[in-house]
């Protein structure tokens, strides 16, 4: 491989999967800055050890190392690590630097580290400041919520992830600041809509796909300020409420629409990346996005590449979960304000701190793991300034040598199994492969099989037939056999909103929600416009583009002016 310094992109070989992959010269340019070597991993490969740290959803009970209460958290009994409840984790009772260790220059650092992360206690889930919500994670500020993920200031919602101001919905992904939806993807500030994707300022809108300032509307698609339409037709109000009463009237016409929605959602138009206010910037899901490539997931970045769940990051490369304006930042997973940190995990509010875990408002430690508040420590051992400074000098000199400097933790120093995780999610993965890839395991499923006290054939069909027995039954999941039961909350939102009860337990949705999503993956297309009154008269648009819709995809993709052309 060249070395930095170049004024163009070289290409290299993954050292895990051995495809080829582009180092771009913009990339040696920022990698020269936070002073790494080039990556030895593809832009994927890269992503997916990232993700392989983030146990997002996979809840156990267990009981607090230190206090022995019980409670949720992401990791099951009987870690290697002790887990302590948030009380005992932020209290007096430890002291990280307690399990400070010695730097030994025979051994490799990364060892040393694995050592000391097996010692230290770790929170048992992240979840700050949430009211009668239990079961969440990587959230804050929510009320009265039941399994929610990646989530804030929400109340009485269920089932969900990547919600965000929300009030009394269920079942959704990526909902902004709506209120009674059920099965809605990519949604902002709509009221009362059910199975919709990207639905923006909508009211009453059902499986429909790409609306804006919408109401009341089935089986619409590119829809701009319309109100009673069927298939993009307009109707009386009596034939919406006749169709809607006859959608929502039992499992099998739910499931009956959902195919018919399947076929009209192929006939849609869309913009080859679902971005807002984005300059030279490729990826999908973006707003307000400049200079960069590969960027999903992310709102108002600047100038950073291969990032994905992120808001507000300045020259950041390799980051996810990335919020609240951090800069210069590589290999990062998890990260709230931080600036010139490099391969860290869940690491807040820090400055140059490297090769660190669960580690807070502290600068200048590297190799840390749960520190708060400090500064110039290494493998939780506190130095003075100098000492510090010459003894991190000879680290990274050592793992520059070994080939690891730069590179984010292997996947061995996970404290998930790959199953946990969002890797999976993203990059699925068999046990086999998985564990061949260096990943861990996880066996102990949660959950249990074979328990049902009712069958999928005896299930009440109509919304009318539910009623509070249900909730003294086990219920068995369609796809994957597992028991799940409807709790309270959720049969009165059922109830409520006249809706028929599911046959899937919540993961089984939540993955059937993801797969309407794209993946986060890149295919050079142009677009697919052949409109004699566009620009492009007679003939093709010829506009290019990279994007997250596959070759196969039967959407028709268009570029960003086709698509206004046509939408707006
Ligand atoms: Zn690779
Ligand atoms: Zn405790
Ligand atoms: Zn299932
Ligand atoms: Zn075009
Ligand atoms: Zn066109």
């Known amino acids: 491989?060249?070395?930095?310094?170049?004024?163009?992109?070289?290409?290299?070989?993954?050292?895990?999967?051995?495809?080829?992959?582009?180092?771009?010269?913009?990339?040696?340019?920022?990698?020269?800055?936070?002073?790494?070597?080039?990556?030895?991993?593809?832009?994927?490969?890269?992503?997916?050890?990232?993700?392989?740290?983030?146990?997002?959803?996979?809840?156990?009970?267990?009981?607090?190392?230190?206090?022995?209460?019980?409670?949720?958290?992401?990791?099951?009994?009987?870690?290697?690590?002790?887990?302590?409840?948030?009380?005992?984790?932020?209290?007096?009772?430890?002291?990280?630097?307690?399990?400070?260790?010695?730097?030994?220059?025979?051994?490799?650092?990364?060892?040393?580290?694995?050592?000391?992360?097996?010692?230290?206690?770790?929170?048992?889930?992240?979840?700050?400041?949430?009211?009668?919500?239990?079961?969440?994670?990587?959230?804050?500020?929510n009320k009265n919520c039941y399994?929610?993920?990646?989530?804030?200031?929400?109340?009485?919602?269920?089932?969900?992830?990547?919600?965000?101001?929300?009030?009394?919905?269920?079942?959704?992904?990526?909902?902004?600041?709506?209120?009674?939806?059920?099965?809605?993807?990519?949604?902002?500030?709509?009221?009362?809509?059910?199975?919709?994707?990207?639905?923006?300022?909508c009211v009453d809108v059902l499986f429909s796909f790409d609306m804006r300032n919408c109401q009341n509307c089935i089986f619409c698609t590119n829809g701009r300020n319309l109100s009673y339409a069927i298939e993009n037709k307009s109707c009386t109000k009596?034939?919406?409420?006749?169709?809607?009463?006859?959608?929502?009237?039992?499992?099998?016409?739910?499931?009956?629409?959902?195919?018919?929605?399947?076929?009209?959602?192929?006939?849609?138009?869309?913009?080859?990346?679902?971005?807002?206010?984005?300059?030279?910037?490729?990826g999908d899901y973006m707003y307000n996005c400049f200079d960069g490539v590969r960027i999903f997931d992310t709102s108002n970045a600047k100038n950073c590449s291969y990032i994905a769940d992120t808001e507000d990051p300045i020259d950041c490369q390799?980051?996810?979960?990335?919020?609240?304006?951090?800069?210069?930042?590589?290999?990062?997973?998890?990260?709230?304000?931080?600036?010139?940190?490099?391969?860290d995990v869940f690491v807040f509010y820090c400055n140059r701190v490297g090769y660190s875990d669960s580690t807070r408002d502290s600068q200048d430690c590297f190799g840390c793991v749960g520190l708060n508040n400090k500064k110039y420590c290494i493998l939780n051992k506190q130095y003075e300034k100098e000492s510090f400074e010459k003894l991190r000098t000879q680290i990274i000199a050592e793992m520059t040598k070994a080939g690891v400097y730069g590179e984010f933790f292997p996947p061995e120093l996970s404290p998930f199994g790959y199953n946990e995780t969002l890797a999976q999610e993203y990059y699925p993965l068999t046990e086999k492969e998985a564990k061949e890839r260096g990943f861990l395991w996880q066996k102990e499923t949660t959950g249990t099989y074979g328990k049902e006290t009712i069958q999928e054939n005896e299930m009440p069909k109509t919304a009318d037939e539910i009623n509070e027995k249900i909730l003294d039954q086990i219920l068995v999941c369609k796809d994957c056999k597992k028991n799940f039961r409807i709790t309270r909350a959720e049969f009165d939102f059922y109830k409520r909103m006249n809706l028929p009860l599911p046959h899937k337990d919540f993961e089984c949705r939540h993955q059937d929600r993801m797969k309407k999503r794209n993946p986060r993956q890149l295919w050079p297309r142009s677009c697919m416009c052949?409109?004699?009154?566009?620009?492009?008269?007679?003939?093709?648009?010829?506009?290019e583009f990279e994007t997250s819709y596959s070759p196969d995809r039967k959407e028709k993709i268009y570029c960003e002016h086709c698509y206004q052309q046509e939408v707006y």
């Open 1 to 141: 491989m060249q070395k930095t310094h170049s004024t163009s992109s070289v290409s290299a070989t993954c050292q895990n999967c051995k495809k080829d992959f582009e180092i771009r010269k913009e990339d040696l340019i920022f990698y020269d800055q936070v002073k790494v070597p080039p990556p030895l991993y593809c832009p994927d490969c890269r992503a997916q050890r990232r993700l392989a740290f983030r146990n997002e959803r996979t809840l156990y009970r267990r009981a607090c190392d230190l206090c022995n209460k019980d409670g949720v958290s992401i990791y099951p009994a009987g870690t290697v690590f002790p887990v302590y409840c948030h009380s005992c984790w932020w209290g007096d009772e430890w002291d990280p630097i307690d399990y400070g260790i010695n730097y030994d220059p025979k051994q490799s650092f990364l060892e040393q580290f694995a050592e000391l992360k097996n010692k230290v206690p770790r929170v048992r889930l992240l979840s700050i400041n949430s009211v009668n919500t239990e079961y969440e994670n990587n959230s804050s500020e």
């Open 147 to 201: 399994l929610i993920f990646a989530a804030e200031n929400n109340e009485d919602c269920l089932y969900g992830r990547l919600i965000q101001s929300c009030k009394n919905s269920m079942d959704c992904a990526f909902l902004y600041s709506s209120e009674l939806c059920y099965e809605c993807i990519d949604t902002r500030k709509s009221f009362k809509c059910f199975y919709g994707e990207r639905l923006q300022e």
């Open 238 to 282: 009596e034939d919406y409420e006749k169709k809607r009463t006859e959608i929502l009237a039992s499992y099998a016409s739910i499931e009956a629409a959902k195919k018919k929605y399947a076929e009209i959602r192929n006939e849609a138009v869309v913009k080859y990346a679902f971005a807002t206010k984005c300059v030279h910037a490729t």
């Open 318 to 343: 390799d980051v996810n979960n990335h919020y609240f304006k951090g800069e210069r930042c590589y290999n990062v997973m998890g990260a709230l304000q931080d600036t010139n940190c490099i391969a």
């Open 530 to 543: 052949e409109l004699g009154n566009h620009q492009h008269g007679g003939a093709k648009c010829e506009n």
